[in-house]
């Protein structure tokens, strides 16, 4: 890749010019990864920046984000590449009679024949590329085998055509909400990033940085109270997207300064289960 | 000690901890220690992390070996030369902070302070949230209360008590809520009262830490790293014994739970779907068709939907395996979705039903703390009798088991030498598709004693030793 890191400190600083606040450690493992050319495993809770992420290194290596979106059923045929069937079929029907069967063969076998899908694109694309392997956890085991070859050695083995070895290492993500646990082989070759939810300061700076016009004291009210939810014992936690909403809904209520009121009537933003709210609710206008 | 050795030790170490370490792992963290200086400690810390530690629930045993093999180095860590510049600085401020004392007599250093001053001193500290003055007040108590000795056998917990106690850290926060309330000039509201609350609970956790982490650092100077950290080696959350944990090992527990809870759903959903093929799938195979030209190579199938069982759990809930029948309900509540139907019974020498504790709320916590607290499980004296509780639970629900249900006992059964009327579950065993028995002793105690799992366990279709929460998993995956 052409831009190679300096040190720990660049790739901060960089990524907060993209608007992505790293703390130490999501930093230090992005340098890593990139000295080191493995692909970085990112769990974490939902909504913590963990698809920002490679989003933002994208934005930051001005490189191409390749995204595969993982669900049940996902095979190779959807991930790595696949015949165009369609296009062999005119190929053969075009000229009948003129071509021996050899040729053809030759040729409907061919890259011309081929449809990428994102691994591939990845590995055979000339400029840099960021790949982001998106919800990982949601294919099953076996199928996390196809990811393998790719991960590792960064080549891909098409029987027909023989292996195509990346032109340049791209970048690779992998993120996973953790609802089952991954396979070793898949954990052993990545360098592992677990993503939690920030400590007050950088939620404020989130919020700060995300929320045009916010004011400091609004952005420092925003994080405590989310914290102090946080520490409940919850359902679901609010996430930093859902900090952000929340900011973003206080903004155009034009509120300044929450107060125990304010708080009770927009914390559906912040929170998903009545259960949760009703709780929270409880807890924040505590009397004393 | 060169990096090479000093990485080796400290790999064995994680193992010795059973974290799963393995060879190219360890290259990998070789790797990286290239790429990043030692002195970095921070970034060091989480290459190491990134390259060995691949599961979020080992992260705190790392974190704590990582600081025993590693405490020693880098200079700021090194406490034999202590960066004298600092703590002279630091003291300056201190004295400035100190208005009206005025006593000349302090020479210039932290040792002549009074416990009262350093008292008064954490608290300023505190309150405003000093990060540099809360480290170097640490490591004067420690230094100063907890007393001590080279050589002495004692556990860190000691030391830390000692401290801790010195510093009156227990009525700190009240005493912080009381200052905050009188510098502020208008009353607080409860919303802004909770969040200062929680801002000084935060920075009294961090003092804690700060703490602990000077008495390990002591005590590593002392005793060396490979000690140190055999005394501080604990059992992964999935692997502490539901009988024995302490009260931080139980909160641990809790917290693996959940995500845990979150697996096994996602997990048997998927097992339930997958490896079975149903009749053909007639519109799904046409479709797929398409990519071979119209014609149907690939088949596909309709997936059948399998029944999902019925449960009933029946917990002995007396002291000893308590929070073991605590944690099975726990986990088998928050996977309900995967049974068709949950029916609980606790019991002691009385039995009764909860299953309406846990309908009645969508909070499990709640939902175990009525179980605690409002069931009623005692009959004559609260001492365990399983085969009264048995034979009270098939006169009143025996005619529910179909042949449907899964029927789950859960207890040590230590029955203190009352009857055993095995006979209920030889009853039970007829009627219900499965019966199995969880136990949470270790298997060598079995049937030692007044235990008869043995009576009980022939007429089950399996006994299953379930003493964490590995076991505990292991089991309700096969359940499903």
Redesign the interface.
Known sequence: METRFESVQVVRDGLKKVHYLADEGIAGVVFLAQRLGKPVLVEGPAGTGKTQLAKSVAELLGARLIRLQCYEGLDESKALYEWNYKKQLLRIQADKNSDSWSDVHEDIFSEEFLLTRPLLEAISSEEPVVLLIDEVDRVEVETEALLLEVLSEYQVSIPELGTITAKQIPMVFLTSNNTRELSEALKRRCLYLHVDYPDLEREKEIVLTKVPDISQNLADQIARIVRSIRQLDLKKSPSVSETLDWARTLMLLGIEHIDAQDAKETLHVLLKYQTDIAKAAKELSVEK | MPVLDLMSGFIVELRNAGL?V?L??NL?AM??VK??PIE?R??FK??L???L????SH?RAFETIFEVYFSLRGPEYDISQDPNATEEEMWRKMQEQKPGEGKGSSGGSMDSLTPEEIAAMLMNALMNGDQAMMRALARQSVQRFAGMEPGRPVGGTYYLYRTLRNLDLDNMLDKLMQANRDRAQDEL???E???EK??YS?RIEQFKQEVEAEIRRRLVADRGAEAMAKTLRKPLPEDVEFMHASRDEMQSLKKALY?LT??LA??LA?KRR?GRKGPLDFRNTIRHSM???GVPADPKFKYPRPAKPELMVIADISGSVAAFARFTLMLVYAIQGQFSKVRSFVFIDGIDEVTSYFKS???I?EAIHRVNTEADVVWVDGHSDYGHAFEVFWERHGKDITSKTTVLLLGDARNNYHAAQSWVVKEIQKRARHVYWLNPEPRSYWNTGDSIVGEYGAYTDGVYECRNLRQLEGFVEKLA
């Open positions: 799963p393995s190219t792992e990998d790797q990286a790429e990043i970095d921070e970034a989480y290459a992390g990134a390259t530690v691949k599961s979020n992260w509201t409860a919303l009262e909770r969040l929680d801002e935060s995500p979150r697996k996602a997990r998927r997958h990519a071979y030209g709320t969508e909070d916590g």
